[in-house]
């Protein structure tokens, strides 16, 4: 059984950094490519950065390219995503997902596992 736990939201001012942290179980980590969705108050979930298995290639929404940073650890069976310049635009639940294949991909449909999600606040 997969599983998927984010961790590292919170409560930030407008311009700091946060970095998630998405730790995977239940099968081999380092095969399956990976991504980060978000989901903000009366809004649908949306892409925010995806990261093959290898960790070699990535994509951003264009709302976060150049400040967000998506990487993965394959010996930890850990992804993060590293937050900077944050704006109050950024608040939602983010949520760490994974397909079954290895190729990354911007579409949430194509993701078969998800975390539960964790909130992050961006302060004005």
């Known amino acids: 059984q997969v599983q998927l736990v984010e961790s590292g939201g919170g409560l930030v001012q407008v311009g700091d950094s946060l970095r998630l942290s998405c730790t995977a179980s239940?099968?081999?980590?380092?095969?399956?490519?990976m991504g980060w969705f978000r989901q903000a108050p009366g809004k649908e979930r949306e892409f925010v950065a995806t990261i093959d298995y290898s960790g070699g290639s990535t994509t951003y929404a264009d709302s976060v390219k150049g400040r967000f940073t998506i990487s993965r650890d394959n010996a930890k069976n850990t992804m993060y995503l590293q937050m900077n310049s944050l704006k109050p635009e950024d608040t939602a639940v983010y949520y760490c997902?994974?397909?079954?294949?290895?190729?990354?991909?911007?579409?949430?449909?194509?993701?078969?596992?998800w975390g539960q999600g964790t909130q992050v606040t961006v302060s004005s």
């Open positions: 239940g099968r081999t980590f380092s095969n399956y490519a």
């Open positions: 997902a994974t397909r079954n294949s290895a190729w990354r991909s911007p579409h949430s449909y194509e993701y078969a596992y």
